[in-house]
């Protein structure tokens, strides 16, 4: 069976990362960032990184702040990691944006994740502070001057068609979402699930369940799933925590009997693809997000002129036992 490391996974990402908008002249670039800085003609830049700490899918995240905070430093600019917290919630978002602004930063990233946050990401933009999106926004629109993140209904899309593949398109799929009211992880479950309803009926859903990104809730939720059903054959978690259900399929004695899916090349995760409980795992590629969205939003603060495109999907790869497939 082939091992995975963390080199393995994020040269992978790197590679793909590359590939996107790497400029000519960028080759002081970290591996996995995209975005050239300008030079800085406007004196000293602060900008506040507003992002949250409740799993390890943040690591990633945190080392891409980090990294474009270095990446600043020689051009006059502050970079703070700001933790919101481990519990996703709007009002944790409303209040960074709120309390950055009133600290006079210049500019903000952040993951907005839930309806209600346009509010206060309009309310800086009025302010004159711009803020860029990252990773997962609401559905409202709002004035933020672009975002960089996965197309969650495609990601999902793309993964209930696996699923299906994998099940033979019958049995029982157990689904566990992060956060009912999270957008990104809803697309993420209706993308997979609407696909599956359309092309494989057979297949028998099992929840939703909300795990709040959790791997200690994913790993008694799948405990609990294959008590009622010890038919089950596929787990599908949305969002945090999928390596916690993995961890519940070993401890079962289901591995090779009962595959989890989910999101992400953690190392936690990416263990349990080499040990065959993981069926497969998607990238989003979150340190390019990280370091992308801050060197975009400097440029911005620099040049006055917004990105050229409001939206930027980044592509995931799908790592499975076998290898890693686009």
């Given amino acids: 069976m082939t091992k995975f490391t963390r080199r393995t996974i994020l040269g992978a990402t790197a590679a793909l990362a590359l590939a996107w908008t790497l400029p000519a002249g960028a080759q002081d670039l970290p591996a996995g960032a995209t975005v050239a800085a300008v030079e800085n003609t406007k004196g000293p830049l602060r900008i506040a990184f507003l992002s949250f700490q409740n799993n390890p899918f943040w690591v990633p995240v945190t080392e891409g702040a980090t990294a474009a905070k270095d990446f600043l430093a020689a051009r006059d ?9 481990d519990n996703l919630t709007a009002e944790a ?34 302010a004159g502070v711009p803020v860029l999106n990252i990773i997962a926004e609401g559905n409202n629109p709002s004035k ?13 899309e793309q993964l209930g068609k696996f699923m299906a593949e994998k099940m033979g398109s019958t049995g029982k799929l157990g689904v566990i979402t992060g956060y009912f009211g999270a957008v990104q992880h809803a697309d993420r479950m209706n993308g997979a699930l609407d696909w599956i309803k359309a092309n494989a ?8 369940f909300e795990n709040q990104d959790k791997a200690e809730l994913a790993y008694s939720q799948v405990q609990d799933m294959y008590t009622a059903n010890p038919d089950l054959k596929m787990v599908y978690v949305t ?27 953690t190392p936690d995760n990416v263990e349990y693809i080499g040990s065959g409980e993981m069926a497969g795992l998607i990238d989003q590629a979150p340190f390019t997000q990280a370091f992308d969205g801050v060197v975009t939003l400097y440029n911005m603060l620099v040049t006055g002129q917004a990105p050229a495109e409001a939206v930027r999907y980044v592509e995931g790869n ?3 036992p076998e290898g890693m497939q686009n």
Avoid: M, W
Avoid at 201 to 208: A, F, K, M, R, T
């Fill in 144 to 156: 933020r001057i672009q975002f960089i993140g996965q197309n969650a209904k495609q990601a999902g």
């Fill in 201 to 208: 009926p057979e297949i028998e859903i099992l929840g939703p």
């Fill in 239 to 265: 969002a945090g925590g999928p390596f916690g259900a993995a961890r519940a399929v070993k401890d079962l004695g289901l591995t090779g009997t009962v595959g989890v899916v989910g999101f992400d090349h």
């Fill in 77 to 85: 600019t502050t970079v703070d990691y700001i933790d919101l917290g």
């Fill in 318 to 320: 799908l790592l499975t």
């Fill in 93 to 126: 978002v409303i209040a960074g944006i709120e309390s950055a602004v009133a600290q006079g930063y210049d500019g903000i990233v952040t993951v907005p994740i839930f309806d209600g946050t346009e509010r206060a990401i309009d309310e800086a933009a009025a």
